[in-house]
């Protein structure tokens, strides 16, 4: 018995094991204090989304639309038509054929569905883990890392949300396990998914890829195109659509982009809107939109760098211009969704064989550890309706310190990933790039 303990003892505390077990536990003691909060006040603390009543409905709103004609055109839809195909077979299951007047309905109708869903979360995950990337990897990496992903916050916040972006886990480790026209056709399948995966081909072209970023856009095309004719007609007009959503800074409130941000751009809005309803607003003595302007530029100026460091370097590994491309996403904006961290799950054994793996870990560990339980700001915003409860609650929302630390850490790993690639890149000047050049689409 004691050589046991002693054993356990010596996984738990060795190197990287230890810092997984110690998220593991972290993140486990956060989800069990999100349950009693919950039970004592009704909804779902920070960093969930202030509104109380708009739980699961980023998969219930487009499941109701996911029949309906001109859904591009009366709704004004940025899902692609592939993921209506996806819901259309569960709202059959969800109302067996009969109409329900709107998504909140059918969500009252859904929650079958949502047990049904438990399992799902618990298997994607499992699905990640058990791709060709991480076999190189013992069980006593794996059975902490799992139990990591499925308590963090990140995650969490993509179940509460409903949202899709839980789906393109698998596809994504897939894609960095694949090689050939298999990576190709399933990073088409991501950008039909979530379309700012589009990324990824301009990454390839500045890469000079040329056969990957021909082989996904005729993938990505086909999947759209095959996908909108079995959906609807309107489809076309979904392009339309997603142009007028990204160039929209009006769609969320502060509260909402503030919930879990990935990207400062979350900073640079919410100065915005102080600087508009004090008329004008100072910082530290520095005028509010000048603050905003400033945040921007360097968000922008970092994501140019990486875009530049991918047209300047030669023969650059597949992987390591898809990781950079999920970095650079998830950085973007507010309209990508904070739960765009999750997509890090996948790129952790790509980031561990560069230079600055324990940096980059690090970052990793800071940006899926439960710091939202930690409130920096407090505020009474009235009686809300709240779906998990089915009750009439007060709401006090909650600034948690992750909302502070996520996009600045993120933002910061950016720039690293980016340095690191340019300096191994100068460092071997004479010789290929990060080893020897791989043909289209090989690791």
């Known amino acids: ?27 486990l003691a956060w989800l069990i204090q999100v349950v009693l909060y919950t039970s004592q006040n009704g909804y779902l603390p920070a960093p969930f989304i202030y509104d109380k009543s708009d739980t699961f409905m980023d998969l219930f709103h487009p499941m109701y639309w996911s029949d309906d004609p001109g859904v591009y055109i009366r709704w004004g839809s940025v899902y692609p038509p592939i993921n209506f195909l996806i819901l259309q077979p569960l709202k059959f299951f969800v109302t067996a054929g009969r109409d329900v007047l709107d998504a909140f309905e059918l969500r009252s109708s859904g929650v ?6 438990i399992p799902v979360y618990l298997l994607l995950p499992f699905l990640v883990l058990s791709t060709r990337i991480w076999r190189p990897f013992s069980l006593a990496v794996l059975v902490p890392t799992y139990l990591s992903v499925v308590t963090a916050a990140p995650m969490l916040f993509a179940v509460e949300r409903g949202n899709v972006i839980l789906l393109c886990l698998p596809v994504l480790a897939f894609c960095l396990s694949a090689e050939g026209a298999l990576c190709c056709v399933a990073i088409g399948l991501l950008i039909n998914l979530k379309p700012y995966f589009a990324v990824f081909i301009v990454a390839f072209l500045l890469s000079r890829r040329w056969a990957d970023a021909l082989f996904v856009t005729l993938a990505a095309g086909a999947i759209y195109v095959g996908s909108g004719m079995l959906l609807d007609a309107s489809f076309p007009w979904f392009v339309g659509n997603l142009l007028s959503f990204s160039q929209n800074d009006q769609l969320f409130s502060v509260r909402e982009m503030l919930s879990m941000p990935s990207s400062v751009s979350a900073f640079a809005a919410a100065l915005r809107t102080y600087a508009a309803q004090s008329g004008g607003g100072a910082i530290f003595g520095f005028d509010a939109v000048v603050v905003a302007d400033t945040v921007e530029i360097i968000k922008w100026f970092a994501i140019l760098t990486a875009f530049g460091v991918l047209a300047y370097a030669r023969n650059v590994p597949r992987n390591t211009i898809l990781a950079l491309g999920v970095v650079i996403i998830s950085n973007l904006g507010t309209w990508v969704g904070g739960y765009s961290v999750i997509l890090y799950i996948p790129l952790v054994p790509i980031l561990l064989r560069m230079n600055r793996a324990y940096l980059y870990l690090v970052a990793l560990v800071v940006l899926f550890l439960p710091l939202d339980a930690v ?69």
């Open 112 to 117: 079958s569905l949502l047990i049904a869903l």
């Open 1 to 27: 018995m004691k050589q046991i303990f002693a054993r356990l003892r010596c996984i738990l505390w060795n190197g990287r094991l230890g810092w997984l077990w110690l998220l593991a536990g972290f993140n």
């Open 375 to 443: 409130g920096l700001v407090a505020q009474n915003i009235g009686t809300r309706y709240s779906y998990v409860s089915d009750t009439v609650v007060t709401v006090n929302w909650t600034l948690g310190l992750g909302a502070v630390l996520r996009p600045s850490i993120n933002l910061a790993l950016l720039v690293a990933l980016s340095y690191e690639s340019f300096e191994r890149y100068l460092l071997s000047r004479d010789a290929p790039f990060m080893g020897k050049q791989h043909a289209p689409g090989k690791l």
